[in-house]
């Protein structure tokens, strides 16, 4: 909460605020160049639905980037170990998103 508090101050003093003219009213900015469509969030939701374990080494994996060796060590567990997990929870996404790569 204090992290929230700090970034929203630092926002309200910062110069960059200060020289931005807020007083431009939604329906006075230009049309957007192409519609707005809201992101899919089929992919994030299945994997906020994989068990514990295995959402953790996808979120390490793929969304941070880590290496296998680093998940290992984080996860203290052995890189067969995080193999297996990262096996585990790609053929649990692909089942539960074959529908939603298909009607893409």
């Known amino acids: 909460m204090r992290i929230a508090v700090n970034t929203c101050r630092d926002l309200m003093r910062s110069k960059w605020l200060r020289h931005i003219d807020r007083r431009v009213s939604l329906s006075d ?4 160049a192409a519609p707005f469509t809201p992101p899919d969030d089929a992919v994030m939701r ?5 068990p514990s374990a295995l959402r953790q080494a996808v979120t390490l994996r793929y ?4 290496s296998v060796q680093e998940i290992a060590d984080m996860m ?3 890189r067969r ?3 297996y997990r ?3 929870a790609e053929r649990l996404l692909k ?3 074959e ?3 298909h009607d893409t």
């Open 81 to 83: 170990t995080i193999h």
């Open 99 to 101: 529908e939603w790569y």
């Open 63 to 66: 969304y941070q980037g880590f």
């Open 29 to 32: 900015l230009p049309e957007p």
């Open 95 to 97: 089942n539960c998103l």
């Open 76 to 78: 203290r567990a052995s």
């Open 86 to 88: 990262l096996q585990k």
């Open 46 to 50: 299945a994997v906020l639905s994989l």
